[in-house]
C-alpha cells in the first residue's frame, strides 16, 4: 500500500487550489469515467431500490463511492444517499423503516442492543473506517495550555499532546467561575469516549452518566454536551464551547477559520481505533439476506478503492459536493490525503488519520464493539455490573461478520479482493496498549479492562 508524502499532499493543494470546486469536480468526473470498472455478479436481490442515510463527516464515503463509481450498481442495487440532520435522526428513521440502513456512530446499535437509549434489534456487517476524529480547542484555551506543552527544537508542540496539559487550564476556569465546557456528538458517539477517555487519562473527571443524570455530568470536572458536527465551529466561535471532539473535516474547518486548534487525534488516542459502522435492523437481514449481503460487497470495495493512495484526490472531488459533505475541498484534502494541520502552518504527516481498508478495518470484529460497552459501562450508561459473559454475548448479536465473511469471499471470487485480504480471526483481536495512556485492551477480558481504570464504574468478579 502506497504511503502519502509530504511532498504528494502539497502537489495535490497546489492542484485544488488553481482547479478550484466546480473545475475540480469536472476534473474527478472526466477522470472516474475513464476509469475501467470490473463489473461484480449479481445476487438474486430481494430489495433493489434501497434509500441509506448519513451525516456530513468524510468518514461517511464508502458510502458516497459505492454510488458515484457504480458499486451498487453492479450488484444490483439503485441506492439513494440521503444526508441526515443529526445522529438521532438517522437512529430513529433506520429503526422506523424510513431508511433503509445508514452510516452510523459504532455505539448506536451496541446501544440499541444494551439497554441505553432506544432499544432496537440492529445489526452491523461492515465498520466503514479507522480513525478520523480529533480534539479541538479555543484559541484562548490553547494559548493557555501551550506553556505545559513540550516543545521540539524547532519550537513545534511535541505530539501527542495528552489532558495533562489542560488540566492546570481547566483548574483557573473553575477558580474563576466559568465551568469548563465541550462539545462531543453524541452520548454513545466514539467522541464520546475518546474525549472522556483523553481527559481521565490525565485525571480529569468527565462525569458520569445516572438516572437522574442523562447529560453525564455527575461528579464532572469538564461538562460534556452534545452539538452536531457541523455546527461545531460556529458554536465553538461563539463561545458556548471551549472546545470539542468531532470527525473530519470540522476540526480542520477550526484551522481555516482561525478560531481553534486541534490539540490531539483519536489516533494517537487509540492507534488504530474503529470508527462509524453501517447498520441494518436484524429484520432486514433476515428478510433480505441477498440484498444485505450486495450492501456489504458495494462497501467492501469501496472501502479498499478509498485506501488506493491515488484514489484519495478523486475521493476528496467527490466528497466536496453539496451532496455529500459539502465543504471546501481544501479543508477535506487537509485529513483525507495523509496529512493532518494543528496550528495553522503546521501540518504534518499523518497517513493513517483516515483509515478505510487497511487493517482490515471493514471487518466488525467482535473486541472492538465490546470496547464501546465496556465504555458504556465506565461511565454509567450501564448502570449495573455485568459478567465477562454478557458482554460477549451482547456483541455477537449485533456485531455480524459472518455476513462479512460471505461478501468477502464472493470478492475473492470475482478478483476484487485477495485470500490476503481476509482475517484470520474468531472475532477477536490481538490485545493492545495502543492507548494514549498506555493501558493494555484485550477484548476477551473485557471486566478486568473496567476494573483497571482508576476514574469509572467497576465490575464485579464473577
Request: charged letters at 20%; aromatic letters at 12%.
Amino acid at each position: 500500500m502506497k504511503s502519502y508524502s509530504i511532498i504528494s499532499s502539497l502537489v495535490l493543494a497546489a492542484i485544488l487550489v488553481a482547479c478550484g470546486g466546480s473545475n475540480y469536480k469536472n476534473v474527478v468526473d472526466q477522470e472516474l469515467a475513464d476509469t475501467d470498472q470490473v463489473k461484480g455478479t449479481t445476487l438474486a436481490i430481494e430489495k433493489p431500490q434501497l434509500t441509506f442515510g448519513f451525516i456530513k463527516l468524510t468518514d461517511m464515503a464508502p458510502l458516497a463511492i459505492a454510488k458515484e463509481l457504480g458499486f451498487f450498481e453492479d450488484e444490483g442495487l439503485y441506492v439513494t444517499i440521503e444526508a441526515q440532520s443529526n445522529w438521532k435522526n438517522v437512529l430513529d428513521r433506520v429503526i422506523d423503516g424510513q431508511l433503509d440502513g445508514s452510516h452510523m456512530l459504532a455505539g448506536q446499535p451496541i446501544a440499541a442492543g444494551a439497554g441505553f437509549g432506544r432499544q432496537a434489534e440492529l445489526v452491523t456487517p461492515f465498520s466503514m473506517d479507522l480513525n478520523g476524529n480529533g480534539i479541538t480547542v479555543s484559541n484562548e484555551v490553547w494559548e493557555k495550555m501551550k506553556p505545559n506543552v513540550p516543545q521540539d527544537g524547532s519550537g513545534k508542540p511535541v505530539h501527542p499532546i495528552k489532558a495533562d496539559a489542560l488540566k492546570p487550564v481547566v483548574a483557573s476556569f473553575k477558580k474563576d467561575g466559568r465551568p469548563f465546557k465541550m462539545g462531543m456528538v453524541f452520548p454513545v458517539s466514539t467522541h464520546n469516549y475518546e474525549i472522556r477517555y483523553w481527559l481521565a487519562a490525565a485525571g480529569i473527571n468527565p462525569g458520569y452518566y445516572t438516572k437522574d443524570n442523562i447529560q453525564g455530568q455527575v461528579d464532572a470536572d469538564v461538562l460534556l454536551s452534545v452539538t452536531p458536527p457541523p455546527q461545531m465551529p460556529a458554536t465553538l466561535e461563539a463561545g458556548t464551547i471551549y472546545g470539542y471532539c468531532v470527525g473530519e473535516p470540522w476540526n480542520q474547518q477550526a484551522v481555516f477559520k482561525g478560531i481553534g486548534v486541534p490539540v490531539t487525534t483519536n489516533y494517537d488516542i487509540w492507534k488504530n481505533n474503529p470508527e462509524k459502522v453501517f447498520v441494518m435492523t436484524k429484520s432486514f437481514v433476515e428478510q433480505y439476506p441477498n440484498t444485505a449481503l450486495a450492501v456489504t460487497k458495494a462497501l467492501i470495495r469501496a472501502g479498499k478503492w478509498l485506501d488506493e493512495a491515488d484514489n484519495r484526490a478523486k475521493a476528496v472531488g467527490i466528497l466536496s459536493q453539496s451532496a455529500y459533505v459539502g465543504a471546501d475541498s481544501i479543508v477535506i484534502a487537509n485529513s483525507m490525503t495523509g496529512t493532518f494541520e494543528f496550528e495553522k502552518g503546521d501540518k504534518r504527516e499523518m497517513p493513517d488519520f483516515n483509515v478505510f481498508f487497511r487493517y482490515h478495518a471493514t471487518y466488525p470484529f467482535y473486541s472492538d464493539g465490546i470496547w464501546f460497552l465496556t465504555q458504556m459501562r465506565r461511565w454509567g450508561q450501564i448502570p449495573d455490573s455485568k459478567p465477562a459473559d454478557w458482554y460477549h454475548e451482547t456483541i455477537k448479536n449485533i456485531y455480524r461478520p459472518d455476513i462479512w465473511e460471505k461478501a468477502a469471499n464472493l470478492l475473492v471470487e470475482e478478483g476484487h479482493l485477495s485470500t490476503e485480504d481476509i482475517p484470520t480471526t474468531d472475532g477477536y483481536k490481538a490485545a493492545t496498549a495502543d492507548f494514549i495512556d498506555g493501558t493494555t485492551y484485550d477484548g476477551r477480558d473485557p471486566v478486568g479492562y473496567i476494573n483497571s481504570f482508576s476514574i469509572g464504574n467497576k465490575d464485579e468478579v464473577q
